[in-house]
């Protein structure tokens, strides 16, 4: 698995665009607010990373709920990074 990070870092600090498109799925029972407790953490810590290693890059989210996730990548960014190259997919 060391192998796999490191290998997985050597090619993101060449990275002109970076998605995240991880995250724990809903589960039924569960509140929107539910979900993003869970899935707040993993965002933060691969925003702080993807700020880091490419910050020349295009960083987009597309975890749920994306309407908080962003703006909690947005707000990690701002300290860090130029948080307008944050870009946004979202199903209409």
């Known amino acids: ?3 796999l990070i490191v290998f997985f870092f ?3 600090e060449e990275a002109q665009v970076v998605m995240l498109v991880g995250g724990m ?7 929107r607010d539910d979900l993003f407790a869970k899935n707040a953490s993993v965002v933060e810590e691969v925003t702080m990373i993807v700020a880091e290693k490419c910050p ?5 989210i597309v ?4 309407n908080s ?3 909690l990548a947005a707000e ?3 300290k860090v990074y130029h948080f307008q190259r944050l870009i ?5």
Do not use: D, Q, S, W
């Open 56 to 60: 020349k890059a295009l960083f987009g």
């Open 69 to 71: 996730c962003v703006p």
């Open 25 to 31: 799925a809903r589960k039924p029972g569960m509140t």
């Open 88 to 92: 946004v997919l979202y199903k209409i």
């Open 63 to 66: 975890t749920n709920p994306v």
């Open 10 to 12: 050597m090619f993101l």
């Open 76 to 78: 990690v960014l701002k």
């Open 1 to 3: 698995i060391l192998y």
